[in-house]
């Protein structure tokens, strides 16, 4: 089971950086060119400038590496941020807005243990690419700190947990900002020994499911294994530690939104194979042409409730939905193939494109965004999942069993910058 200990974090002082809101950005892996741009503007002290996102010098990939820990360095020497004295919790409040509803979800702050996964603590759900791993790595290297942390999901039916943060929510919090989705964190520090304690026997018995974060778990498990065997074996280092957010599986502010593919760069013969495969294993009718891409995922909602179901945006012609054909013992196929995303690369897009699919298929939530990339030529196919629903994914990864490449979007992504886990020395 998943091993948690509370952790001297550091945070913002908000004398020297002005507003919290100001100085909190996305996980790295949101964060695109003209939002990097956007957020560095916002304040010198925005975390954007230690987090940074997928974007190394090509000429020098070391330079921004180095540039974020000179800063970080430099940050916590003139108070701009501040380790907390004594190890603590921090449980957070996440209220934001989405399809006209408003949510809040609850996110406690925690060290967690790294361990291999074959420990069954700690369970991923999908593969991670070498890439992303390296840049999250050189940025542990340089910094000694992790910026951002990792979202977990842990399993709470008796409530116990929810009744603990109940009362701690109570009271004022320590810290609040506006985070960059236009949602709004509030932060307990969580200091009291004895509900510390409290905390801990409820995580005794308790694995934890990585919901997001594989790259920088990975990165993780690297380093501490760069570590000496000795300082390995050191409970109390911090370097053997990642800072997760641990969230209930049932908390009602947690959505899980589909990640939809893209289509692009096929030649003719093979769009065309894939529309035949698609036809061996799924019932095809057409949509109404002027179906906005909203419409389109609420109706692939709604009739894949009872069965699998996904729609598609042609470049080349109207739009399509596709259910699954009637007597299809889809069970046989194993239990991933409940999941769209894994019956759709199994059956259809891997059988046509093998290796070369990673350079035809990309993804995306943003379902509005891929359809205008089809309405203007630039990409041949929009397909439209459903979301994967949490207790099959649960499930599913309890087995061991890991999901196709972008299978799951939690939302909201949590904000970095609030807590930040500063690796050298004790927790």
């Known amino acids: 089971m998943a091993t948690i200990k509370p952790f001297r974090g550091c945070r913002f002082d908000p004398n020297s950086v002005g507003s919290l809101s100001s100085v909190i950005c996305p996980p790295y892996d949101m964060i695109g060119p003209d939002l990097k741009a956007d957020l560095q503007q916002r304040s010198p002290y925005n975390a954007v400038h230690l987090e940074g996102g997928e974007q190394p010098d090509p000429v020098d990939p070391q330079t921004g590496y180095r540039q974020a820990a000179a800063l970080f360095s430099g940050w916590l020497v003139d108070g701009i941020l501040t380790r907390d004295e004594n190890p603590s919790f921090y449980l957070m409040s996440h209220t934001y807005d989405f399809g006209g509803r408003h949510y809040q979800h609850l996110g406690l702050f925690a060290d967690v243990l790294v361990e291999d996964y074959d420990a069954r603590a700690v369970f991923p759900h999908e593969f991670t690419r070498e890439p992303a791993v390296l840049d999250r790595v050189a940025l542990l290297d340089a910094c000694q700190a992790q910026f951002s942390p990792i979202m977990s999901l842990y399993r709470d039916s008796e409530g116990a947990l929810r009744n603990i943060f109940d009362g701690i929510s109570s009271n004022p919090p320590d810290a609040a900002a506006e985070t960059p989705a236009g949602g709004h964190a509030r932060l307990w520090r969580i200091v009291d020994p004895a509900v510390q304690a409290e905390i801990n026997d409820a995580f005794a018995n308790r694995p934890v499911f990585l919901a997001d974060g594989h790259h920088r778990y990975e990165a993780a498990l690297r380093y501490r294994r760069s570590q000496s065997a000795g300082a390995q074996s050191d409970l109390q280092a911090a370097a053997n530690y990642v800072m997760m957010t641990l969230i209930e599986f049932d908390d009602p502010g947690l959505l899980l939104l589909p990640y939809h593919r893209v289509l692009q760069g096929l030649s003719p013969e093979q769009l065309s194979a894939v529309r035949l495969k698609m036809e061996d294993t799924f019932d095809t009718r057409p949509m109404n042409p002027d179906i906005t891409p909203a419409a389109a995922v609420g109706e692939v909602t709604r009739i894949g409730a009872g069965g699998h179901c996904f729609a598609v945006f042609w470049a080349d012609a109207p739009p399509t939905i596709h259910t699954l054909r009637s007597g299809v013992d889809w069970g046989s196929w194993g239990s991933l193939a409940v999941s769209e995303a894994w019956l759709l690369q199994e059956r259809v897009l891997s059988p046509v494109l093998g290796e070369a699919l990673v350079r035809h298929v990309d ?10 990339g089809v309405a203007a030529g630039e990409k041949q196919a929009a397909i439209f999942l459903k979301p994967f629903p949490l207790e099959p994914f649960r ?19 949590l904000p970095t910058g609030l807590v930040i886990n500063q690796l050298a020395g004790d927790l």
């Open 395 to 413: 499930q599913i990864v309890s087995a061991g069993n890991r999901l196709p490449p972008k299978s799951t979007f939690f939302y909201p992504k």
């Open 363 to 372: 993804y995306s939530p943003d379902h509005d965004a891929i359809a205008q």
